[in-house]
């Protein structure tokens, strides 16, 4: 297990610099626009980034094919994605807190909407929702490979996105403004059980794709 994280990150480790562009980048805009949402939000989603590239790698190299010539099951290929897509999370947290941070030093009254315990809250709720399309897509990645996962992972949330906004329109009475309230109030309680769950239901389901699939 140990040894897969670790390939996982020595392939990726030539592209942690164009990664690091990225909280680097809405560091930039954050201090354009003297708000530190986007720098909260957009950094976590580097993690879907690193996960999809070590899947891209791995078909490149054909490294599945090889790994089951080893001492390694197809559990073990799972739970590495996993366990790295979490690790990822929890770097990927504390950098873009480190970076708010450092940003309030350096710059002392230009973000006037900055508290330290909020910019967590709201890097804890992006970190956890990122967590929860992951888990999603490692699945994806799992069924279709790096190449076509990809284009299924774009058509499916844009079917979702299309559907919702046809049944807003199509259905009327929804309780909009209540729903919006209760999400204001409870999503960043319920943002890691929510997590956690999608883990234990999707981890499964891949551990099942992959015992079943043609290597």
Excluded: W
Aim: charged share 15%.
């Amino acid at each position: 297990m140990i040894g897969l994280i670790k390939k996982d990150y020595f392939n990726i480790a030539s592209s942690l610099k164009v990664y690091l562009l990225i909280p680097a980048m809405f560091a930039f805009l954050s201090y354009t626009n003297k708000s530190m949402d986007m720098l909260a939000f957009g950094t976590c989603f580097i993690a879907i980034f690193v996960i999809i590239s070590c899947f891209a790698y791995d078909d490149m190299a054909h490294f599945n094919d090889y790994a089951l010539t080893l001492p390694i099951n197809r559990k073990d290929l799972v739970l590495s994605k996993y366990m790295l897509a979490n690790i990822f999370m929890i770097v990927i947290f504390l950098l873009a807190n480190l970076v708010a941070f450092g940003l309030n030093l350096m710059f002392p009254g230009r973000f006037q909407d900055y508290q330290f315990m909020d910019f967590m809250e709201y890097t804890f709720l992006a970190t956890m929702i990122v967590n929860l399309l992951t888990s999603i897509i490692l699945i994806i990645m799992f069924k279709f490979g790096s190449e076509k996962g990809r284009i299924v992972f774009i058509v499916c949330f844009l079917v979702i996105g299309l559907l919702g906004g046809l049944l807003g329109n199509v259905v009327t009475g929804i309780p909009v403004e209540k729903m919006i309230a209760f999400l204001d109030e409870y999503l960043t309680i319920l943002a890691f059980p929510l997590s956690v769950l999608a883990e234990i239901i999707c981890i499964p389901i891949a551990i099942k794709i992959v015992e079943h699939k043609e290597m």
